[in-house]
């Protein structure tokens, strides 16, 4: 920028917060003094009192221009931006004009814009032109921490009238990224209703700067919705004498039930909630979606020793720097390799909703997990309560499938069968699943429902307490672990999680000795720290969460975290002070689990002021609208406006690799909106279960409730020429709007052999096992609804949720099409799969499944067209089987046999004076027939040697059919054809 003309003007740099004058070479906003500056804006005094104040050294005005700038040595200011691009998203700040010079540099990108709106904030990124959307959303894969969250295609930009990108009016922008209101107003007209905006309409740009994208209305409609469930089931129950009575009998039944004296003590109901909380649909699935990815960054944090040292040895916490002494020990140099012993983690990751309608992440709780019991049993009593109360809603559901104790239990036993396939019971004990405990815990009964669920399979257990003798079956590291002379195979632990449980020494002595044990710890120690708070909120910044996952899942984590900040670092300066002034806007905790622990208000303004920071973590707290709830407590019914937090339980067995890894269901801990802490065990809280509202303007369905799948199969049909590979590809590049990896198949049934048959269904199979969200694309014709009815029942039989997509064009444009391809498929085979294409009919299993797509629109259509007519939450809802039985993978396999035998003989019609187009459809009427009748003997003893024979008939038939269309007869070709014809049946024997 250069230097100050003489001394008719003054510059300096100022901090823009505090407006203290910066040094050199440390950046600032740029402020202008000096006589000839203005005394302010005409008819504009609050924007004169933000921009002009008196000069310091002369009192007369000085100006604070909004850039971004520093001073260096020599006098010479270099500009650096604006002030307003310098915010915080993700708890990390950024540069907005770095996100628009990143974008701006993508090939085909003409121009871009980045802004910052909604609370929590959102990065919108807007480019143009419309074209250069998809190329702009690859890129934004590797712009890190930078990455956008949303990106916008704009057709015309809002200018202001010096012809810059008008920011302010981005949210105008409908969803065609055309101005609304735009057509038909000439260019003096638009400056006319600029100039006038705010006395015709009273309305600001910025005022408006909440109602950004479809996405967030939807959210807040979402919010909307559950609100107006919620007062409508109070006031429904309200009207119901006997429910309350009605529940209590339904959870004694059940075992939900507490003691909170030592037996023979009464059993009394934990705070319940007389009926379960709305939560929106496609929320939930997004955060269940997220819990296998959380639960593998935990894993992979509790094998990074050298990272968890450097993230809490500052933490000034004698208890917790012991746990991670005794980490060392165990784990350090020359101890055992953390990454090699078998571990598993039971979590449950806690969030609430935030002020824009979506969840935000409160904590990661990975020992003493609870509530995974009396989560499950109480889901029957809310099943139970709803009928009583007839409180049939059209848009909601309980949650299906809600059993966490039953997945934890599967879990466990998972782990118990990993120790035995290691070390037996060749010892002469027989191992068991210990569940560590402290005496007369007040959620021994949530325990024992896992307990239960264990002995269904055949896994026994033993409970032990705090202060149980615990040996080692040899003095070595890895020896056999023995808690009151039992060996246990795997130690579930409901206590060592706070000081309290190590009140002495023997404790200590007793913990170490199961880490050093060959038992599997729930959780081992490291995955014990893993979950502590300050990891937390290392993991909270980029740098750090990018370390342990892939970008995609990286971002997809940061969208759920809000700010966290370590108090005694002087980076967070601005925070702790911002926290002193406002205080009720921040949440501060201590290393502690169990509830009960964290400041809030005036207390937490008064810790901030100590000198012993370290062992604190300073976050932004997540204000949640509240909602109705009906609470029950000690046998008395009260209505009142609660907040509800959301838990996602999840388990994760790994080894070298991953063994298992489930998300486990959901639970809500309902508090009144008055109370600050929600623990249910410090009676704060009650036991909520979720109430699942479909998306507003979406379709609902009976099994809108479900968990999502982490697996999608989708079959993309269509003629040769259709534009199946373009869309494949396009839809594969697109992937980001997901969240998925994507694998591309391209089938083909052209060969007689069935080797690359057999290798993409091996393939799929193995895409469909491995762990992590994927979606496969299998693409081919696929015109017969038998082959598609085949993969329809491989994604039931694997649990995934299942789409079919048909690009259907006119016969012309695929011949058109198909003749500009390298390898172009004969006309009359087009012609003949147009006329024998079995398209889904509406109103059947296989229509409801599908989706049509307009082949004459671009791929990149298509793939807008699909994703809008698909949301994410429709996208990964699992695949439910019809009411009759699909067509048997015999049928299938027999199809394709006699598929493989119409293409040979297609393939010999291209031989000169043979006319075999005129028998494709007399073919494809006795193959159908033939199917047929395969399927209606599947019974027979031998449906092998059934189908062989059918295949046989048919082959020979063909045979007699080419010999009899030779118009002129020729030895020799008839012998060259039979002699490939004997092949073919070869091959299929």
């Not at 911002?578 to 622990?597: D, S």
């Not at 000690?634 to 070298?656: C, K």
Request: glycine share 6%; charged share 25%.
């Amino acid at each position: 920028m250069g230097k100050p003309l003489g001394d008719y003007v003054q510059l300096w740099v100022m901090d823009p917060e505090t407006r203290q004058q910066k040094p050199c070479e440390e950046p600032g906003e740029l402020v202008v003094g000096g006589f000839q500056v203005a005394k302010g804006y005409i008819k504009r005094p609050e924007l004169t009192a933000f921009k002009f104040f008196p000069d310091p050294w002369t009192a007369s005005p000085a100006y604070r221009t909004g850039d971004l700038v520093r001073c260096c040595q020599d006098g010479e200011f270099e500009y650096l931006g604006r002030v307003e691009h310098r915010v915080e998203v993700r708890g990390t700040r950024i540069d907005l004009s770095s996100v628009e010079d990143a974008l701006a540099a993508v090939p085909g990108v003409t121009s871009a814009a980045a802004v910052v709106r909604g609370d929590p904030p959102r990065l919108l990124a807007y480019v143009s032109p419309r074209a250069a959307q998809a190329e702009a959303q690859e890129a934004a894969r590797s712009m890190r921490h930078l990455a956008p969250d949303v990106i916008i295609a704009v057709e015309e930009w809002p200018r202001t009238s010096s012809g810059k990108i008008d920011k302010n009016r981005l949210h105008e922008l409908d969803a065609t990224g055309v101005l609304a209101g735009s057509e038909g107003s000439s260019p003096k007209a638009k400056r006319a209703q600029r100039m006038f905006h705010d006395e015709v309409t009273d309305e600001t740009g910025p005022g408006n700067e909440s109602d950004v994208d479809a996405d967030v209305d939807a959210d807040f409609q979402g919010v909307a919705r559950c609100q107006e469930l919620a007062r409508f089931a109070v006031e429904q129950a309200a009207l119901c004498d006997g429910l309350p009575r009605a529940v209590q009998v339904q959870a004694y039944r059940t075992g939900l039930v507490v003691f909170n004296q030592a037996l023979p003590g009464t059993p009394e109901l934990p705070p319940l909630s007389l009926v379960p909380s709305p939560v929106p649909s496609g929320q939930l699935q997004h955060l269940q979606l997220l819990a296998p990815i959380f639960s593998r960054l935990v894993d992979r944090v509790s094998c990074d020793l050298r990272w968890l040292t450097k993230c809490l040895a500052p933490v000034s916490d004698p208890w917790l720097c012991r746990l991670l002494g005794m980490a060392q020990e165990v784990y350090g140099p020359g101890g055992k390799d953390p990454a090699a012993q078998p571990r598993l983690l039971l979590m449950r990751q806690d969030y609430l909703l935030g002020g824009d309608g979506r969840y935000r992440q409160v904590e990661i709780n990975t020992i003493a997990v609870a509530f995974a019991g009396f989560t499950e049993q109480l889901s029957l009593v809310h099943q139970h309560t709803l009928a009583e109360a007839k409180l049939a809603l059209s848009d909601a559901w309980p949650l299906e499938d809600n059993t966490p104790s039953t997945d934890y239990a599967a879990a466990l036993a998972a782990a118990h069968n990993e120790y035995m396939k290691r070390f037996g019971s060749d010892n002469g004990h027989a191992p068991r699943v210990c569940f560590y405990c402290f005496p007369d815990d007040f959620l021994e009964m949530d325990q024992c429902h896992i307990e239960s669920a264990l002995r269904r399979l055949k896994v026994p257990t033993f409970r032990a307490f705090l202060g149980a003798k615990v040996t080692l079956g040899d003095a070595s590291t890895g020896g056999t672990l023995l808690i009151d002379g039992v060996e246990a195979s795997v130690v579930f632990l409901h206590c060592t999680f706070c000081p309290e449980h190590f009140a002495h020494e023997g404790e200590w002595h007793s913990r170490k000795l199961m880490e050093l044990s060959r038992a599997i710890k729930v959780p081992s120690l490291l995955g014990h720290l893993a979950g502590a708070k300050r990891v937390q909120q290392a993991l909270s910044r980029w740098e750090e969460l990018s370390r342990f996952l892939p970008p995609e899942d990286a971002g997809r984590c940061m969208s759920v975290f809000v700010a966290q900040y370590d108090p005694s670092q002087p980076a967070s300066a601005g925070a702790v002070e911002n926290a002193l002034e406002r205080p009720e806007r921040w949440v501060l905790k201590p290393q502690r689990e169990g509830g009960g622990n964290n400041f809030f208000g005036a207390a937490l303004a008064e810790q901030l002021r100590g000198n012993d920071l370290s062992q604190f973590v300073l976050m932004e707290k997540i204000v949640s609208p509240s909602m109705p709830a009906m609470l029950l407590k000690a046998g008395v019914a009260t209505s009142v406006e609660a907040v509800s937090e959301l838990g996602i339980f999840s388990a994760h067995l790994a080894v070298d690799h991953e063994i298992l890894s489930t998300v486990g269901g959901a639970m809500l801990r309902t508090k009144a909106s008055s109370s600050e802490e929600g623990g249910v065990c410090a009676g704060h809280g009650a036991i909520d279960t979720p109430l699942v509202v479909s998306e507003v303007g979406g379709q609902g369905g009976a099994h809108a409730g479900q968990i999502p799948a982490e697996k999608c199969l989708l079959l993309v049909c269509g003629l040769p020429g259709s534009g199946k590979t373009q869309f494949c590809k396009a839809l594969a590049d697109s992937a980001a709007k997901f969240f998925l990896v994507t694998t591309w198949h391209h089938l083909s049934y052209d060969s007689p052999s069935r080797t690359e048959r057999e290798t993409i269904s091996n393939r799929v199979d193995a895409l469909l096992t491995a762990p992590g969200s994927a979606a496969i694309l299998l693409d081919d014709n696929m015109y017969s609804s038998i082959t598609r009815a085949h993969w329809a029942q491989v994604a039931i039989d694997k649990n995934c949720a299942f789409h079919q997509l048909f690009l259907k064009a006119p016969l012309d444009l695929c011949l058109e099409r198909n003749s500009l391809r390298p390898s172009a498929v004969p006309d009359f085979s087009i012609r003949y799969m147009a006329e024998v294409f079995e398209w889904p009919q509406d109103g059947t299993w296989e229509g409801q499944h599908s989706m049509m797509l307009n082949a004459q629109e671009t791929a990149s259509q298509q793939v807008d067209s699909f994703l809008h007519h698909l949301p994410a939450a429709k996208f990964w809802e699992r695949v439910r089987p019809p009411d009759t039985a699909l067509p048997r993978k015999d049928a299938h396999n027999m199809d394709l046999d006699l598929r493989k035998i119409v293409s040979l003989a297609l393939k010999d019609a291209k031989l000169p004076k043979l006319a075999m187009p005129v028998l494709a459809k007399q073919w494809s009427t006795r193959k159908a027939a033939l199917v047929a009748e395969s399927q209606a003997k599947a019974s027979a003893a031998d449906t092998s040697a059934l189908r062989h024979e059918m295949v046989e008939t048919f082959l020979r038939s063909c045979m007699a059919d080419v010999s009899a269309a030779s118009v002129r007869p020729s030895g020799n070709r008839i012998q060259a054809s039979r002699r490939q014809w004997r092949k073919m049946a070869k091959r299929l024997r």
